[in-house]
């Protein structure tokens, strides 16, 4: 069974607190995703990564920044977080060439205060 | 980015009745995928869906992909206490390279024991 990890499950930050979220799949995908869900408004695309060190901006880029260095590893920074970007996140892992599928973590519910 | 058109956006019915949801796109997708997420938690996989007119099982699930490839729907039968939660599907297009899912916004199921 594919295992997509997230670093916390809640996480309470300051506005202007640089804010790291960590995400890990076990399956050797090539490919990670990095979403935010709000109610309303459903799961938004904030970047994706095809392979290690590669990404791409995805439909809400702004203010937030990630790195992949290694390929089992994706993470997400906030710069300087504030009150807008409280949401769940959530990361997602695919394999490359595949058929679609992308599996998820169990999300990081993040309050920016 | 485009979202599908996902409805109903939320349902009350009673443990044993069948549920039917559906997603309608102006895309072609190459792959219909069907989530559940509980509440405070990631969605998960239910079914996934590769070709048009496909009918796949999952237990009490069971998906179908539209034969114009631009609709899915999943139908629950007997509904149980445990179905309770919010229903996503998500469609992979065929561009070349494509990475990307496009999301509904969900169907949030309640049952009443």
């Known amino acids: 069974d594919v295992k997509v990890t997230q670093s916390s499950r809640y996480l309470v930050k300051r506005t202007g607190e640089k804010v790291f979220l960590e995400c890990v799949q076990d399956?050797?995908?090539?490919?990670m995703f990095w979403y935010r869900q709000d109610p309303g408004l459903g799961l938004r695309l904030i970047y994706f990564?095809?392979?290690?060190?590669?990404?791409e901006k995805g439909d809400i880029p702004e203010g937030y920044s990630v790195s992949r260095e290694k390929k089992e590893r994706f993470s997400l920074i906030l710069e300087s977080a504030s009150t807008n970007q409280t949401s769940m996140y959530l990361c997602?892992?695919?394999?490359?060439?595949?058929?679609?599928?992308?599996?998820f973590g169990p999300g990081t519910r993040l309050t920016v205060t | 980015g485009q979202q599908l058109n996902q409805s109903p956006q939320s349902m009350f019915i009673q443990e044993g009745e069948d549920v039917s949801m559906n997603c309608t796109s102006s895309s072609i997708f190459n792959t219909w995928l069907w989530y559940k997420q509980d509440p405070g938690e990631g969605p998960v996989l239910l079914i996934a869906l590769y070709k048009a007119g496909e009918l796949t099982s999952n237990g009490r699930l069971t998906a179908q992909f539209g034969i114009t490839r631009k609709d899915s729907f999943l139908n629950i039968s007997a509904s149980i206490p445990s179905d309770v939660g919010i229903y996503f599907c998500?469609?992979?297009?065929?561009?070349?390279?494509?990475?990307?899912?496009?999301f509904g916004k969900g169907t949030k199921l309640s049952v009443i024991p």
């Open positions: 997602a892992s695919r394999l490359a060439g595949g058929n679609g599928e992308q599996y």
């Open positions: 998500a469609g992979q297009d065929s561009g070349a390279g494509s990475y990307q899912l496009t």
């Open positions: 990564s095809y392979d290690v060190k590669m990404k």
């Open positions: 399956m050797d995908h090539e490919n």
